[in-house]
């Protein structure tokens, strides 16, 4: 059975950082496009980052140049390095793993979940 199993959340002061792993068993980590997305309380689900196969990466617009994605594939491992964080970053933060085809922004387009770990960012 797959799982993601994400972890680095927590309480942090606004411009302050953290780090969110993903841990990832049971599928061939290398063969899939992974991603980060969050929800805020109300909100939809939104695309935060992707790293494709081939270590392409994306970023949605609001967190690009303070956010890093990056995989590790002998540790079955993503990151999520997440710096200059601000009130609006509050969310918890999921981990997706995506089949080849679709697109890295779409929430419809990834298989598998992780359970999500809550990010808080307060003044």
């Known amino acids: 059975q797959v799982q993601l199993v994400e972890s680095g959340g927590g309480p942090v002061q606004a411009g302050g950082s953290l780090r969110l792993s993903c841990a990832a068993s049971?599928?061939?980590?290398?063969?899939?496009?992974m991603g980060w997305f969050r929800q805020a309380p109300g909100k939809a689900r939104e695309f935060v980052a992707a790293?494709?196969?081939?270590?392409?990466?994306y970023y949605s617009d609001s967190v690009k140049g303070r956010f890093t994605i990056s995989r590790d594939n002998a540790e079955n491992t993503l990151y999520l390095q997440m710096k200059s964080l601000r009130l609006e970053d509050t969310a918890v933060y999921y981990c997706?793993?995506?089949?080849?085809?679709?697109?890295?922004?779409?929430?419809?387009?990834?298989?598998?979940w992780g359970q999500g770990t809550q990010v808080t960012v307060s003044s």
């Open positions: 049971e599928l061939t980590f290398s063969s899939f496009h």
């Open positions: 790293i494709s196969r081939i270590y392409t990466t």
């Open positions: 997706a793993a995506r089949r080849l085809g679709g697109s890295y922004s779409r929430v419809e387009d990834y298989t598998y």
